[in-house]
Structure formats: C-alpha cells, structure tokens
C-alpha cells in the first residue's frame, strides 16, 4: 500500500465550551488502539475522510481546562479552500464534543463522597466520537468476542485491504476507507483477512451505509430513542453496543441501561471493594447522577486505566483479555 504525502498544510483555532480536559477527552485509556491516530501529552493526531479528500489533522493544547483553545492544522495533499475549511470546522466541533456544557455535572458532584474525587481530578473530560459513525461501527465489530491483540490484527489487515497509508507533520498513519469501498468486495475476500463471522456483519451494514439508509447527520438531531431505534437496524449490532454509541458518537450523558459483567467486577472493586455486588446494586449507584448517569461511569472507568498507565494493578490484569 502506496503511503500519501499530505503538504499542504491550513492552521486555525477553536475554543471549545469550558470547561474542557485537552489530555482525557483526546485520549481515553480504555479504549481500542487503532492506527489512524496517536496521542501524546498536549498532541494529537488522527486521520479523516472528508468530503472526498484525505485529510490528517494536528491537534494542539493551547489552552486551560476553565480557559480552553485548541490550535488545529489540517494537512491535505492539495491545497483546500476556505469554504471547505468552513463546513469541516462544524465537523471538528461535533467530533471532539467542544460544545456540550458539563460545567453543572462538574460543579454539583465535585464534592460528592464517591464521585468528586473523580470529578477534581478530570475536571472537563468527555465523550469524544473522534472517528464517523460508520469507522466507530467497523472498531465495535472488530472488537466483539475477541482479544485486544487479535482486534488490533483484524483491523490492520482491514487497513492493509481497503484503507490507505499517510504521512503528515512526520507521523504515517492509517487512514479508513469508504463503506462503498467495503461494498466492492466479497464476503470471502474478508473472511481470508481471519475475521471470521465479522465479514458478514462488514458486508450488511457497509451496505446501509452506502445505500444511505443510515444519515449520520440527521441521527445527531434525534432524541435517544429515535437514535437508538436506527441503530438495532444495523445488521450485527446489539443493544449493548447501541447503548455505548448513545454515549460515545452521540453524547446522551444518560446513556446507562446495562452493565455488562467484566465491568460489573471492575465496578465492584472500585466502589465497594468487594469481588462482586450485584449489577442493580450498581445500577442504583449510577443513578443518584440523574442525567448524567454514563458520563459518571466514564470518570469512574477512565480514571482506573489511566493509572493503569502509571502502575501495575494486578486484581485489574486478570479482568482484561490481552
């Protein structure tokens, strides 16, 4: 796979809504790694398809938490107007959630006996979709029923076939392909790139996308349940991903009906140091944030593995499947 140089290069800046965690929002521990991204303290990169163009972006802290600003440079490989400049920038603003306000969540639980020593700590981090609706649905599939170095393995090998390699501000990057793409080649020809019954699931709802069955856009402006009702149609997804989508692409903060059981043993530790308290028992945990039910999860849960970062927690090694 031939590697795009991007050269051309168009910087700007964006203030998110305060207050906003550069460092937790573009970089969440927990979460798959995949390589059309990277992040470093202050940086970030990832790659995107906009409007037919390939595009990488350098993301930059410019900023503070109550304070924000975000520098941002889009390189491309030929040179963009400004008027695609202005319609990409709502993009960035959507994907990187700089305009939901947390600051209530923020301030009512920062002194909440359990949760505020979380809240202190984050001050300002949220959900971040990053990727388009379509990539986060391709990850979501990689990762069912498989280790994390398998996903890595079948998604690279999905990269190697359909995607496509750039190089910008000296880092080479994957990036994704369009679903029409997908639907151009066969059920088998996926299957020989060892993700198994996942071709299938690849092929239906690449289909819908590339039929347009499935509008993004219009998804953002619907209420959670329509949302959730578009997302069960897509062949392969369950009501435990939709309930992840709901958060994480779709930011309702209230996203939380289920508690699946790896992480009802990690909960239980957290909150109750106990080996295993019950999923309702958690549940009602949770809902004393009434309305931001997920996004307390998310400080709980993104707090643990960053400091799985800094330090060896042998109870947490054993729950993850490496």
């Not at 304070?67 to 490989?77: L, M, T």
């Not at 993004?216 to 992840?244: C, D, H, N, Q, T």
């Not at 289920?258 to 043993?265: L, R, S």
């Amino acid at each position: 796979m031939a590697t795009i140089i991007l050269n051309k290069k168009i910087p700007f800046t964006i203030i998110p809504k305060s207050p906003y965690n550069f460092d937790a929002n573009f970089y969440k521990p927990s979460h798959f790694p995949s390589s059309d991204n990277v992040w470093e303290k202050g940086k970030y990169w990832i790659t995107m398809i906009w409007q037919e163009h390939k595009l990488g972006l350098k993301i930059e802290n410019k900023g503070t938490i109550e304070k924000p600003k975000i520098k941002v440079i889009v390189y491309s490989e030929n040179t963009l107007s400004e008027t695609f400049i202005a319609k990409l920038i709502p993009e960035l603003r959507w994907r990187f959630n700089l305009d939901q306000d947390i600051s209530a969540f923020c301030e009512k639980y920062k002194e909440d006996k359990i949760l505020g020593k979380f809240v202190k700590k984050w001050k300002g981090m949220k959900p971040i979709a990053a990727n388009s609706l379509y990539e986060t649905l391709i990850i979501y599939i990689v990762l069912q029923n498989a280790t994390v170095r398998r996903s890595v393995q079948m998604l690279e090998n999905l990269f190697e076939m359909l995607g496509y390699k750039i190089k910008f501000d000296n880092k080479t990057l994957s990036v994704f392909w369009k679903p029409e793409k997908m639907n151009s080649v066969s059920e088998q020809e996926l299957r020989d790139l060892k993700v198994g019954y996942r071709a299938k699931f690849f092929k239906n709802f690449s289909e819908q996308f590339a039929n347009k069955e499935i509008d993004e856009f219009s998804l953002r402006k619907k209420s959670k349940e329509e949302v959730r009702k578009e997302m069960l149609k897509l062949y392969g997804i369950g009501p435990a991903s939709v309930e992840y989508l709901l958060f994480e692409d779709f930011y309702f903060l209230d996203s939380l009906q289920t508690i699946p059981p790896w992480e009802q043993k990690i909960l239980s530790r957290l909150l109750f140091d106990k080996e295993l308290v019950s999923t309702e028992k958690l549940m009602k945990f949770f809902e004393r944030f009434k309305g931001f039910e997920k996004l307390a999860f998310h400080y709980v849960w993104e707090d643990l593995f960053w400091r799985r970062k800094n330090e060896h927690i042998e109870w947490l090694e054993e729950e993850i499947r490496l």
